[in-house]
């Protein structure tokens, strides 16, 4: 209770003016607020934000077949890997279809809460249901549907009038209620005369309506291109290009003719990414609405998969999925507007940033860049009351904690190649604290992975050098389009080894664990630069688990290396994830 009070106090001494005058300030700066002045892709490379809406007829099924429930992403329920339905029977599903509790001016107006920038929504999904007034198909929400209204009109129409931009989705490859579409991915171009009819008459006819009907679009976002021709691919671009000059494309369109990359459903790398990309993610775990699926992100959680994908260098687009109703589940709405009150107060972390100097998350936390500016998002505030900041190599001018308008000096010392940070006992922000650091010029930086006295330090596999085995990107599913993605070293052999560089702060004994994969019983050996060693056996899991090895003497302060062998066990069977260090005090 004495915390609740604490924050709510915090915020009746801290009014919301400032973070709005920021907010204008950052809309006159790239014209986020003025969208049709904005420059092509200007919102997506500095909005940094946006929502993502997958919305069909599957979202009237919501995952429930008959009687059987079905676990996993629930636009995929009409196909084979899950529900298995028939296109004469998914068809049926339109006639009790009406989503009379959507609201295009309430989801644009939830879409600002949250500090997004831009809307993408599906208009056609791989179920080939056209979710406006398609002229050249009837299996569409207003000729199929008793509701018999085009939401995606009302939508463009809504973000017009709000200043966001609005853009579309749009599956080219994959049509499986088409006669002449695509029935499975797998089966893409199995029969070129039937794909060349669907796509003469269908594809390049529908993407021609929505970027000539529906006003400004901002960007364009096909999927799951398959095995389709680049010749047909460069053909969607150029109506595109054609009827909106202005708008990026996704890179999803196929062979490399979009504007940016699109990593992985769900991915949020640990290390910075070239190019111009983006991540998208999930309010929850399934794209389309799944009645079971109640696993929503918590404010927090959004807060740091946004910052981070940021400090990495990209832009993180949110999925919502309307209930069949149309409306959007309060769960969703409520992480969102909760996080985006945070964003209204810090929008120079969020906006127009650059990545991290760094190319990597730190133990605390994680940075964004604007010009002579480090925002440091603390995430987990420090039991020691300071943070210790590796290898800045620029000269500081000032130190301050940001609580919405209240700004504070904090002190600052220089301790061989460590910048030390005071903070405060109480963290101003409930759910990520910033500050912010103003330096003489642009940041150079130590990029080495660093351990501090007092927080633990996870080094994925992405950082390590290999010999004699491999470094290898591994996804999977835990449900059915739920992917996770981790960086794996695998195809151990006698004598090989990852190595990890680490600068340590101090000197002494660390606490050392390891997480992997594999079969029975396993013998590792751990070894600092300088000889110490741990070795010791441990069992192993199918799946993911730590398991801790003891502690490792770490003799001198300083880079160097830490040195993971496997002696014994199964090796055609281990995947190692991940190296954690942490001081014993």
Known sequence: MQRITFFMF??????????????????????????????????????????????GLYSQIANEWKGKTY???????????????????????????????????????????????YIIITSKHHDGFSMYHSKVNMFNIVDATPFARDPMKELAQACKNAGLGFGFYYSHNQDWTNPEGTIMPEESVDDPASFESYFKYKCLPQVEE???????????????????????????????????????????????????????????????????????????????????????????????????????????????????????????????????????????????????????ALPWGDITVKDKKLFLSVYEWPA????????????????????????????????????????????????????ELTLKDKAKVETTQAIDPYMPLILPADFAETKNCRKNKKQWMEKFGEWKHVMQIDQWKEGSAAIWEINFKEAGDYMVELTYSGKGKLVWTIESETGTKIQNQQNSSAIYHTFPFGWLNIGKSGKQKITVTLQEGDRNAVSLMSLKLKKVN
Request: with cysteine; hydrophobic share 35%.
């Open 10 to 55: 915090l915020i009746m001494i801290f009014p919301l003016s400032y973070s709005q005058e920021m907010n204008e300030m950052w809309g006159e700066q790239i014209s986020g607020l003025n969208v049709q002045d904005a420059g092509r892709g200007q919102l997506f490379r500095d909005g940094n934000y946006a929502m993502f809406i997958h919305w």
């Open 210 to 360: 929505i970027t000539t009907q529906y006003g400004r679009i901002e960007l364009v976002w096909f999927d799951t291109p398959g095995r389709i021709s680049r010749e047909k691919v460069q053909q969607l671009v150029d109506i595109v290009r054609k009827n909106q000059p202005q708008a990026y494309i996704s890179g999803r369109v196929g062979h490399g003719l979009g504007d940016y990359t699109t990593l992985g459903d769900m991915e949020v790398p640990v290390r910075n990414h070239d190019g111009i990309w983006e991540t998208v993610d999930v309010t929850n775990d399934s794209w389309g609405y799944a009645w079971y699926d109640q696993n929503w992100k918590n404010p927090k959680e959004i807060l740091m998969r946004l910052i981070s994908t940021v400090a990495r260098g990209g832009t993180y687009m949110l999925n919502i999925g309307p209930k069949p109703d149309g409306s959007i589940p309060e769960q969703a709405a409520y992480s969102l507007r909760k996080s985006g009150e945070w964003i209204h107060r810090y929008p120079q972390v969020v906006y127009g940033t650059d990545a991290s100097p760094w190319q990597h």
């Open 384 to 435: 020691s009351g300071k943070i210790y900041l590796p290898g800045l190599q620029t000269d500081i001018v000032s130190v301050e904690i940001l609580a919405g308008k209240k700004r504070s000096k904090l002190k600052f010392s220089k301790e061989q190649g460590w910048t030390i940070l005071e903070l405060p006992c109480i963290p101003p922000e409930e759910l990520v604290s910033v500050v």
């Open 71 to 117: 676990y996993g992403i629930g636009e995929w329920i009409m196909n084979k890997n899950m529900a298995n339905i028939p296109v004469k029977e998914y068809m049926e599903v339109a006639k009790d279809f009406n989503p009379v509790k959507f609201d295009a001016e309430g989801i644009v107006q939830l879409a600002k809460d949250a500090g997004m920038k």
